[in-house]
């Protein structure tokens, strides 16, 4: 974890002879290793360049900024040792990262006892941003819409682009993010008249899924909803295939072009709920720099894009708080409003996640090994 550490800070430290000012530290969580990685990787990536372009335009209030990172390893008593760390001892004015919604809820109490704050990148739980009373967490914030949210579009985007009566779930059971997902799909699936006819659950660590599959192949459905992400999704996909389902397959953000070096041509025939167009002219900028400055394609571009955006929103927060004074930060995080970024213009809502985003349905194109935009939806 350490080395990840000292490369992160050494990439900031290099834009910092030219300031005379101390560095405004911000913290940074990702998972680098673990099952999530490919997600972490990106969100580094994009964090390192957000933050030089920033410090080559003359830093933030005239102050470089200074990025601290810990490798979370996909662990929550790793993401809480970090988040304690950053928010203790190294005193940043607020921290960035990871994606997962388990790990930030497991380190919420950490940001709340320190009064930092805490901006998601792609946690789209509901209980990251308020407590199981519904009471908001005044330190947690995200970029990203919520679970609800993509369960509503994923109904909505079954029954009635796909014209589905009837869905097979499959979900993981150890995963808040997973369960999240699956509770907002049935319930308003079922209230606008579709029936879930399989609902079948594996462990994150599980890799065989030949068993639930067939459950769901014999079910009668006529789609596959699949709200589950890391490395178990391009598998399931691959095997259900080999079982000879040819049933579209729905699934919400956990998608990423990694996926194609698993499963390969049987991505037909599959949607996924996206915050963004990977292939949006408005991105290509950035893509570009990512290219140059990691050396290789953004396979994760969601992450990417979320992390970047996040150091841009938070840059904005301590410019109109005129201070990095950690509460002031938080109080103008809590009142973005209209504020344009690369991808979307954000403003917060009373319980700190985005107002009115719209989602971006992708398809994967198997000849071009692609997931390119199918439609935008917005549930009603």
Request: glycine share 8%; hydrophobic share 40%; aromatic share 10%.
């Amino acid at each position: 974890m350490r080395k990840f550490l000292i490369f992160s800070v050494l990439v900031s430290l290099m834009a910092m002879p030219a300031f005379s000012a101390e560095p405004i530290r911000i913290g940074e969580i990702a998972t680098v290793t673990g099952d999530f990685a490919a997600y972490g990787v990106a969100e580094v990536e994009s964090i390192k360049i957000a933050v030089k372009e920033i410090n080559d335009a003359g830093g933030v209030l005239g102050r470089p900024l200074e990025v601290i990172m810990y490798d979370c390893r996909t662990r929550q008593e790793d993401m809480v040792n970090a988040a304690r760390r950053l928010v203790e001892q190294d005193k940043v004015v607020a921290v960035i990262g990871p994606s997962g919604s388990g790990l930030c809820i497991a380190a919420a109490p950490i940001f709340t006892r320190g009064h930092v704050s805490h901006l998601g990148t792609l946690p789209t739980n509901p209980l990251v941003t308020v407590n199981e009373s519904g009471k908001v967490r005044p330190y947690n914030f995200r970029i990203c819409f919520l679970d609800p949210y993509q369960g509503a579009i994923m109904a909505q985007f079954a029954l009635k682009t796909l014209g589905a009566k009837k869905a097979a779930l499959l979900y993981d059971v150890s995963s808040d993010y997973s369960q999240g997902q699956r509770e907002f799909f049935v319930k308003t699936f079922e209230a606008a008249g579709g029936k879930l006819v399989a609902d079948e659950g594996f462990r994150g660590e599980d890799v065989d899924f030949r068993s639930q599959l067939t459950n769901m192949k014999d079910s009668g459905a006529d789609v596959l909803i699949f709200p589950f992400m890391g490395k178990s999704l391009p598998l399931a996909v691959k095997q259900a295939r080999e079982l000879g389902i040819e049933l579209p397959i729905v699934g919400g953000d956990g998608y990423g072009d990694f996926m194609w070096e698993i499963s390969g041509e049987t991505l037909r025939n599959t949607y996924w709920v996206s915050h963004v167009d990977r292939y949006d002219p408005t991105l290509a900028g950035f893509f570009a720099k990512y290219l140059e400055s990691a050396g290789t394609e953004c396979q994760e571009f969601m992450n990417a894009v979320m992390a970047y955006d996040c150091v841009y929103w938070l840059k904005n927060a301590i410019e109109r708080a005129g201070s990095d004074d950690p509460e002031k930060v938080r109080d103008a995080l809590e009142q973005t409003k209209d504020l344009k970024l690369m991808h979307c213009v954000l403003t917060m809502d009373e319980s700190h996640n985005p107002k009115d985003k719209d989602g971006v349905i992708l398809k994967c194109d198997e000849k071009q090994k692609k997931a390119l935009f199918f439609e935008k939806i917005r549930p009603e």
